[in-house]
Nanobody, 120 residues
Framework: QVQLVESGGGLVQAGGSLRLSCVASTRTFSRYFMGWFRQAPGAEREFVSS???????YYADSVKGRFTTSRDNAKNTIYLQMNDLKPEDTAVYYCAADLSSALIRSPVSWGQGTQVTVSS
């Protein structure tokens, strides 16, 4: 089973930027659709973005135009570049892997999460 480790979270002011990374421990990284989710306090976990092995990306409406997902298959890593951050982006961000769904509807693995806090 693939193991995922996120990094890059932190505290940033509104309008600032952060880049999250997620490294996957697997020999078959290119088989996986990879995605980002987030969970704010008191809220359900929600889809943020995903990326297929060849680079096709999908985004939630709330982050379109501000967040960019990319992947480096040689490094078993995906990234989430977050620009123009807003206080409502504050959440724990999770990386996820899925073998069959581009929108990560049936993830086979989750990372431990990384906290992103945006101050106003």
């Amino acid at each position: 089973q693939v193991q995922l480790v996120e990094s890059g979270g932190g505290l940033v002011q509104a309008g600032g930027s952060l880049r999250l990374s997620c490294v996957a421990s697997t020999r078959t990284f290119s088989r996986y659709f990879m995605g980002w989710f987030r969970q704010a306090p008191g809220a359900e976990r929600e889809f943020v973005s995903s990326i297929a092995w060849q680079g096709t990306t999908y985004y939630a409406d709330s982050v379109k135009g501000r967040f960019t997902t990319s992947r480096d298959n040689a490094k078993n890593t995906i990234y989430l570049q977050m620009n123009d951050l807003k206080p409502e982006d504050t959440a724990v961000y999770y990386c996820a892997a899925d073998l069959s769904s581009a929108l990560i509807r049936s993830p086979v693995s989750w990372g431990q999460g990384t906290q992103v806090t945006v101050s106003s």
